[in-house]
C-alpha cells in the first residue's frame, strides 16, 4: 500500500510528552487530586465543549479574542477556557440538587488561543477547588484554603514555599478613603508592580489621574511589612474609618487567625498587600503563593473569595471561594529548572520478566504471580537476544529483571536483577516477591 | 448588578453527572487505569486538537462527516475522534525517541458528532491501550491482550462476561477458498448478524452477489460451535489449503494456549467465528468483550491486531495489538440497568467533623489529627442548626459523624456517630479513629 505520508506533527503552543515525562506529570496531578479529595472535594466533570451563549455570558475582554469557537451545524460552540465558568452554570444548573455548602474539585484541560510563545499553553490543565455557599459562606472557609494550598505543595514535595493572602474589601476600603474613583486601574498597576518596577508602576499611577501625594500613600500602605501579627496591628492603627476597610480587617484578621489553627506553619503563610488578583470578580481574600526556590515561576496557585458566582445563570447568591493550580505551565517550568532531574521513579513497571529459551509459560506463572500480589509486572515476549531484552528494562528504567532459563524452570527458581546496583540472586517466587518489595 | 440571565444547560449529547455518579465514573476509569499500569503499559496524554491534516490523513467514511472540525486564525484544526490516530501520529512522530514494543494507555475524552440519540454521546471517554512493535510483534502479545481485559472487568467486579476472539486471517482465508469477491461486504453482514438476524443477513449476502450454496457454508461456518478445543480440532480438519486461512488456524490455536497461561478461566474466553470487527484495519486477532448479565450493552471492550500503525505518518512499519473501552457508554448503560445500586460507598469523605457552640478550633483540631492519618475528614464550619448540618452528612452519605461540643472539648473527646447504623459513642481522639478505620 502506498500513502502520502503526512509528516507527523502537534499544533504549536501544546504539551505532549514522553511516556517517562508523562509519570511524572500524572504524579503531580494525583498528587493534586488525592489532597483535594482529603478535604472532603467532590468530582465533578464539565464537558470541553459548551454553548459559546454560556461561556460567553460574562463576555468582554481577552477571554472572547482567546476563545476557541466554531459552528456544528447550527449550534455556536466553545471549547472552555477555565473551569469557573463551568462551575458557575453547573451550581446554577443543578442547584435543587446539590448540597451547600456545595466543594468541588475539577482537573481538567481548558483551552486560550494565546499569542504563542515559549512557556505559554494553548491546552493546559487546571486544578481546581472551590467552595460555594447558598447565600452565605463563613469567613473560615477562607481560612481552610490555606491549609490545602499547603497541604498540596508539602505533599508535591515543597518545603520552602509562600502563600501570600490579602483582601480586595480591604483594599478597596482604603482606596475610597483616598476618594480615588479608577480603584480597578490601580488595582491592575499594583497587580503588576513586581513585573514593571516601582517606577513603571509610579507613572502608571499618576497617569491614572493620582496626584504625587496619593501614589506616595498608595506605596507605603502596600509596602506595609513585618509579621503578619505586625501587619494586622499597623492596619487596625490606621485612623480609616471607611467601612469596607474595617470589615477587610476583621476579615484578614479572622483568616490569619484561623490559618494557623489549620496547621499552616507561619514560615509558609505571609499578609502581603501588594497582591490583588487582578481579575474583577474577587471580593475579599486573594490567595497568592510562590515556591521560593524558583522565584521565576510566579505564583503558582491563586484564588480568592468572590460574591456572587453564577449571576449570569441564575438569581441565587452564590458566594464562594476558590483556587486554581495551573498545572500544565507548573510542571513545564519545573521541568526546565531541573526539578525532576533527582526522581529516580521514572518507572511505574516494578518488574520486567525475561524468559530465555523455551519457557515462557515458566515466565508467565511468576509475573501472574507478582501481579496478584500488586507488584506492577510486565513480561518481555519478543524474539530477541538477552542484551536486548536488558536494554528494554534499562531504557525504560524498570528497576527489577527476573530471568528465567531452563535452569530456573527446573528448580523452581528465578534469578532476579537489581538494574541499578546490579546485584544478582536466584531464589523462589516469594524470595522475588520479597526482594522487591523491601 | 443586573444581568441578562442565560439559561444553565448543556449541548444534547453530552454526560455530566452529579457528584454522587462522579465518584462512581471516577472509580470505574481508576480501576481500568490501574490494571492498565499492573500490566507495564505507560501513559501519555495526546492533545484534544490537532491538525486536521493529521486527524484525516487517512480519510473518508463516517468519521470525516462526524468530526468537529474549525479554523483558528489561518489553521485547519479537529477535535480527536478516537486515541488510535493520535497515538499512530505520536508513535511516528516520537519514533526515536520510544523503547520498543511501546506499551501505552491512553484514558481521555474524544468527540463524535453523531446524531443525538438515547446513550450515544457526542463526548466520551475511550480507555485504551495498545502494544506498538518495531517491525514485528510477537503473537504472544495478541494472547496477553485477554489476560488484561479479564483482569479489568473482574477488577470492576464482574464475573460472569465472555471474552470472545477470532482471527481476521483466518476468516479471509475462507473467504479467499470460496473465492468470494466482495471479503469487505461479507465482513460487514457478519458483524452484524446478532442485530439485523440471520434471515436478513441471508438476503444481504446474497445481494453481495454470493450464490445460496456459498451463504449456505459461510452459515455454516461461522456457526461452528463447541469448546474452544473442539473447534479449533474443526477448523484443523476442514479440507482448506488457503495459506491465509492455516496461518490464522495456527494463530488462533496459539493465542488459545496462552491465554489459558496467562490466566484467563475457560469460562470467560470463547472462539467466536461470528466475531468480524467491521474496522478495515485488522489483521489478525480480533475481540469482543460481553457482560453476560448485561446482554443489551453489546461488546463492552474491542478491539484486534494490525499490521501498520501508522502507515500514514511514517514508512516505518508498526504492527500492533490493542483494545478500547468506551467508558461514557458502559457507565450509563450499567446505570441504566441499575448496576450502582448496589453501591453503597458514594461518598469519598470519610468523616464530617461538626463543632457545636464555640469549638471550632477544637474541631479543627481533630479533622487534622485524622487527615496525618489519612482518613479523608471534612470540618462543617457553616453557621446552622445541628439538624441542618447532620442533614448534610446524610445528603452527601458520608459514614461517620464527629460532634464536638462543650464537654467533648473539656474532657479531650469527641462523641462519633455512624450514620448507617445510628451508634454513637463518645471516645478520645484515637478511639475515633479506630472506629473510623474498622
Same mark, same amino acid.
Given at each position: ?105 475539577? &482537573? ?216 486554581? &493550580? ?113
Amino acid at each position: 500500500m502506498k500513502n502520502e505520508i503526512v509528516k507527523p506533527s502537534i499544533l504549536p503552543g501544546f504539551m505532549e510528552l514522553l511516556p517517562a515525562d508523562q509519570i511524572q506529570f500524572n504524579k503531580l496531578a494525583d498528587t493534586i487530586r488525592k489532597t483535594y479529595e482529603s478535604y472532603g472535594f467532590m468530582p465533578i466533570d464539565t464537558p470541553v465543549i459548551e454553548k459559546s451563549e454560556i461561556l460567553l455570558a460574562k463576555g468582554g475582554g481577552e477571554t472572547e479574542k482567546q476563545i476557541y469557537r466554531f459552528s456544528k451545524g447550527s449550534t455556536d460552540l466553545s471549547l472552555r477556557f477555565d473551569l469557573t465558568v463551568p462551575l458557575a452554570r453547573y451550581v446554577a444548573q443543578n442547584y435543587s440538587s446539590l448540597t451547600f455548602p456545595f466543594r468541588r474539585y475539577q &482537573i481538567g484541560k481548558v483551552y486560550r488561543g494565546e499569542r504563542n510563545q515559549k512557556g505559554r499553553f494553548r491546552e493546559f490543565y487546571q486544578c481546581d477547588i472551590d467552595i460555594v455557599g447558598n447565600n452565605n459562606l463563613n469567613i473560615l472557609n477562607d481560612a481552610e484554603i490555606p491549609s490545602i494550598i499547603y497541604s498540596v505543595f508539602n505533599n508535591l514535595g515543597f518545603q520552602d514555599f509562600t502563600i501570600k493572602i490579602n483582601n480586595r474589601k480591604l483594599l478597596n476600603g482604603f482606596f475610597e478613603a483616598l476618594e480615588i474613583q479608577d480603584v480597578a486601574g490601580v488595582l491592575r498597576v499594583i497587580d503588576k508592580i513586581d513585573k514593571i518596577g516601582v517606577l513603571n508602576a509610579t507613572q502608571e499611577l499618576l497617569s491614572c489621574g493620582l496626584s504625587n501625594e496619593i501614589t506616595k500613600k498608595i506605596f507605603e500602605f502596600i509596602n506595609i511589612s513585618g509579621s503578619n501579627q505586625e501587619i494586622l496591628l499597623l492596619l487596625k492603627n490606621l485612623d480609616i474609618s471607611n467601612t469596607n476597610f474595617k470589615v477587610g480587617v476583621d476579615e484578614i484578621s479572622t483568616v490569619t487567625k484561623y490559618v494557623k489553627e489549620f496547621g499552616v506553619p507561619d514560615d509558609n503563610f505571609k499578609i502581603d498587600l501588594k497582591i490583588t488578583r487582578g481579575l474583577d470578580y474577587y471580593t475579599g481574600t486573594v490567595y497568592e503563593t510562590f515556591l521560593n526556590e524558583y522565584p521565576s515561576i510566579g505564583s503558582v496557585c491563586s484564588g480568592g473569595r468572590y460574591d456572587n458566582l453564577a449571576e449570569y445563570y441564575t438569581k441565587q447568591k452564590l458566594p464562594g471561594v476558590g483556587i486554581s &493550580i495551573g498545572l500544565t505551565r507548573l510542571f513545564y517550568q519545573l521541568d526546565e529548572a531541573g526539578f525532576f532531574k533527582n526522581y529516580n521513579d521514572k518507572s511505574i513497571t516494578k518488574v520486567l520478566v525475561i524468559p530465555l529459551g523455551n519457557n515462557i509459560d515458566y515466565g508467565i506463572s511468576i509475573a501472574n504471580f507478582l501481579r496478584d500480589k500488586k507488584v506492577i509486572t510486565e513480561i518481555y515476549l519478543e524474539d530477541a537476544k538477552l542484551v536486548k531484552k536488558l536494554g528494554y528494562a534499562d531504557k525504560l528504567a524498570i528497576p527489577f529483571v527476573i530471568l528465567i532459563g531452563d535452569k530456573e524452570a527446573e528448580d523452581k527458581t528465578v534469578t532476579i536483577k537489581n538494574m541499578v546496583s546490579g546485584e544478582q540472586t536466584t531464589v523462589d517466587f516469594n524470595g522475588a516477591y520479597e526482594i522487591v518489595v523491601t
